[in-house]
């Protein structure tokens, strides 16, 4: 069954270092997503992509954070200058839909990253 | 305020019992989805919903869009059901909004 990869599981790494977490959505879907979850706190959006492009994004997605889909499979999150609070699991998903309309479809989730900031 | 509310935030059942879980939201939505988060932290969609009701094996998903509530039914429940269930209101373009989750734990 396809499904989403996330590497790496665990990172860890020191304050104000860049990060980035790597991600391989289904190959046929269309719209890429990452979310995060603090321990012990909810899951939150942070960006959702198509085409290329940044489709929507919430406040907690700011000038630190960057997503690029460099080679037609990965799907990459950036964290520039990370911060202690940036200490979460980050999840990666996917989902397909119709080309030209928006339809958010079912979410296939990867396993998540766990970065610690230190 | 919460957007997503869930309840109960605990629950503990004995194996075969009826579970409900419930979803309330006050936003305008797209869609519903529930998820199904395990200890080791990864995530399973269960369903979508716009509206109605969906049914895969065990598990029924009810919506209200009039009431905007949402029902997540495990019948004849079993430790592997053991997990945290999440309710998700789904925005335009994929912005989901979460809930903080049902933790269920099934005895044997």
């Known amino acids: 069954e396809p499904e989403v990869t996330q590497t790496p599981s665990h990172q860890v790494t020191q304050m104000g270092q860049e990060v980035i977490l790597r991600c391989v959505p289904i190959?046929?879907?269309?719209?890429f997503y990452w979310y995060r979850q603090i321990l012990g706190q909810k899951v939150e959006f942070l960006v959702s992509f198509y085409n290329n492009e940044i489709s929507e994004k919430s406040e907690i997605f700011d000038d630190q954070f960057s997503v690029e889909r460099p080679d037609g499979s990965n799907f990459t999150l950036k964290i520039r200058s990370t911060k202690l609070e940036d200490s979460a699991m980050y999840f990666c998903a996917s989902s397909g839909g119709l080309a030209g309309v928006w339809y958010t479809g079912e979410l296939f989730f990867g396993e998540g990253s766990r970065l610690t900031v230190l | 305020k919460n957007e997503v509310e869930q309840s109960p935030q605990n629950l503990t059942a004995q194996e075969g019992e009826f579970i409900t879980i419930n979803c309330s939201y006050s936003v305008g939505i797209s869609a519903l989805h529930w998820l199904q988060q395990h200890p080791g932290g990864g995530i399973v969609s269960l369903f979508m919903l716009s509206s109605g009701k969906k049914k895969h094996g065990r598990l029924i998903a009810t919506i209200n869009i009039q009431e905007k509530h949402s029902s997540l039914h495990i019948t004849a429940s079993h430790p592997r059901d053991s997990a945290v269930y999440i309710c998700a209101a789904s925005r335009s373009q994929g912005n989901l909004i979460f809930g903080k989750g049902t933790k269920l734990s099934v005895k044997p």
């Open positions: 190959s046929n879907h269309l719209y």
